[in-house]
């Protein structure tokens, strides 16, 4: 069922015949949180969003500019998900009152988000420009977004969908980078390698981010899914489009890793 149709299309579904021929995807305790990619981070940039200052007339403009291109990649996404006949709703951090101080969550209201599962949505929620009590404002990533609502909800496990296939030890560009299969985070949030044994343990595992990235790319994410795992809640992080990123979706990864699964696992370790 294609919920997607814009006013005006020729055709426009029969909702109700629709319904009953075709069942509604289970939706059922499920959220979507993106990132904002090119539809935000270079708005954001180039004008230094990020870093505050509203009262600046660039940074202004660069904060509304932002919020039309992060929401109308939301919509995107939301209208791609009622192609399949999903019944996703598009939440704004900003709408939603969330908000910060020196770019640290201190207003994050779920209440919106609990009522639309209840009532059987998917939200979809987005990196967005947000105000913050210190600095005026600042660019919420997504990884803190998936953070706060894990520590909220205490979800099954968390999945991070990149445009690779997890976490490498060094940019995976880069000849001879290994993939990271499993991660193992302490009580103080410190983390460390476990698969596959890396043969010098001394150096640092190496993450680039793009310059115009405004909410620290790979960093960032590894940084959010420590603390998650901190929670006890399992962290995936794969490609998406993949069987990989099926089977991480699916649950299945919550006992053993299989051998052939590709991505990173990120867990607590007690």
Not at 47 to 73: D, M, N, Y
Not at 119 to 138: K, N, R, Y
Not at 158 to 167: A, H, I, N, Q, R
Not at 258 to 264: F, I, R, S
Request: aromatic share 6%.
């Amino acid at each position: 069922m294609d919920w997607s149709k814009r006013p005006g299309q020729s055709e426009p579904p029969s909702f109700v015949d629709e319904f009953s021929d075709q069942p509604v995807v289970d939706s059922e305790s499920f959220i979507v949180v993106h990132g904002a990619g090119s539809f935000g981070h270079f708005q954001a940039s180039k004008s230094g969003v990020h870093k505050g200052g509203l009262s600046q007339p660039l940074v202004k403009a660069g904060f509304v500019a932002t919020r039309i291109s992060v929401t109308s990649l939301n919509l995107e996404i939301v209208r791609a998900l009622a192609r399949e006949g999903i019944p996703s709703i598009g939440m704004s951090p900003f709408s939603c009152g969330w908000s910060t101080c020196q770019r640290n969550m201190t207003e994050a209201d779920i209440s919106m988000v609990i009522k639309a599962i209840d009532a059987g949505f998917i939200p979809v929620l987005h990196g967005d420009a947000i105000l913050d009590t210190l600095q005026e404002c600042t660019i919420l990533s997504g990884d803190v977004i998936i953070r706060h609502l894990a520590a909220e909800l205490k979800p099954e496990f968390v999945v991070f969908l990149t445009d690779v296939l997890g976490v490498y030890d060094r940019p995976p560009v880069e000849p001879g980078a290994i993939l990271i299969q499993e991660i193992a985070v302490r009580e103080d949030g410190s983390w460390s390698v476990v698969k596959p044994r890396l043969e010098d343990t001394s150096k640092p595992v190496e993450f680039s981010v793009a310059a115009h990235d405004t909410t620290g790319g790979m960093v960032t994410k590894i940084t959010e899914a420590a603390m998650i795992a901190k929670l006890g809640i399992d962290v995936y992080i794969t490609k998406a489009g993949t069987d990989h990123s099926v089977k991480a979706l699916s649950g299945i990864l919550k006992g053993s890793i299989p051998d052939d699964w590709l991505g990173t696992a990120i867990r607590y370790m007690s």
